[in-house]
């Protein structure tokens, strides 16, 4: 599996980011994709995650600034409305596996600024 991230870039304060998650590969080795965000030198923490079957799942701490989606095909979008600057990071997402002996794959990321 082969995950590319659009490209996030510069966007104003109070603005609107969507980004994408194109996969490719054996679609059907999974089983949910995620996005994660990472401030340079701290962890990746979850940001939304999506499974086969459309269901959900946001961390207590986002719920409700972000909204992730997915189409019929290999696409998974993570939305988020009224940027504030604390939004600028580095998005990556990552598809899990069917399998639990398979390894996780990761995009290799989109840098996010937001400016004030």
């Known amino acids: 599996v082969h995950l590319v991230e659009s490209v996030g870039g510069l966007v104003q304060a109070g603005g609107s980011l969507r980004l994408s998650c194109a996969a490719t590969g054996n679609l059907f080795s999974i089983t949910v994709i995620a996005w994660y965000r990472q401030t340079p030198g701290k962890e990746r923490e979850l940001v939304a995650s999506i499974n086969r079957s459309g269901s959900t799942v946001y961390p207590v701490a986002v719920k409700g600034r972000f909204t992730i989606s997915s189409d019929a095909g290999n696409m998974v979008s993570l939305q988020r409305d009224s940027l504030n600057p604390e939004d600028g990071d580095i998005y990556f997402c990552?598809?899990?596996?069917?399998?639990?002996?398979?390894?996780?794959?990761w995009g290799r990321g989109s840098q996010v600024t937001v400016a004030s």
């Open positions: 990552k598809a899990e596996p069917v399998w639990p002996n398979d390894s996780d794959s």
